[in-house]
């Protein structure tokens, strides 16, 4: 059993790094996708509302929330099998939670890329909500990330993978950290 979670900034290539692992078989947990769930339970709009969202659910339930309601869906994957990557850790305490289930058997990875590689790539996408369209922006996003305590859980990475160069090398590097399994905590990529 492997635990791969991954933490970075908004634009960073976590996506990226979770289609590697698709690619490569491996299943993928997206917290996003749990914050983006209770979005549209509520009634909201999950491209406005993410972060309101995301904060109310850690008020309401704690710091740890989403990595609790994340858990069941990545035991289930670990059924079927040998690793599994979680795409999207944002605290010290979200890391604190995956390292008391999974032991050992967890790595955490960093992907770093500079604010203005990030800020290309998030323009790019052409799907994520900017300041003109009432949305946040980059900016206000990484503080807001930085806000859940994402510093803490991107310092407390075994891995960290800079992201600066072509997607190919990306991924080469992310399929290397993959292929290392829990190994992979001995270096940078």
Request: net charge negative.
């Amino acid at each position: 059993m492997h635990v791969i979670g991954t933490v970075g900034l908004p634009g960073s290539g976590k996506g990226e790094a979770a289609t590697v692992a698709r690619e490569a078989g491996i299943p993928v947990v997206t917290m996003g996708d749990v914050v983006r769930q209770e979005t549209t339970d509520r009634g909201l709009d999950p491209t406005k509302d993410h972060g309101t969202v995301a904060q109310a659910m850690r008020d309401e339930d704690g710091p740890a929330a989403i990595a609790e309601r994340s858990l069941p869906m990545i035991e289930d994957r670990l059924e079927r099998a040998d690793t599994v990557l979680v795409d999207g850790l944002r605290s010290g305490v979200e890391v604190e939670r995956f390292e008391e289930r999974f032991g050992e058997a967890f790595t955490l990875v960093c992907i770093d890329a500079p604010f203005e590689v990030r800020a290309e790539r998030v323009a790019a996408r052409g799907r994520d909500a900017d300041e003109t369209d009432g949305g946040e922006g980059l900016a206000a996003r990484d503080e807001r990330e930085r806000g859940f305590g994402m510093d803490e859980a991107i310092e407390r990475a075994d891995v960290v993978v800079e992201n600066t160069a072509t997607l190919e090398a990306f991924h080469d590097r992310v399929r290397a950290v993959i292929e290392d399994g829990a190994d992979a905590r001995a270096h940078e990529v």
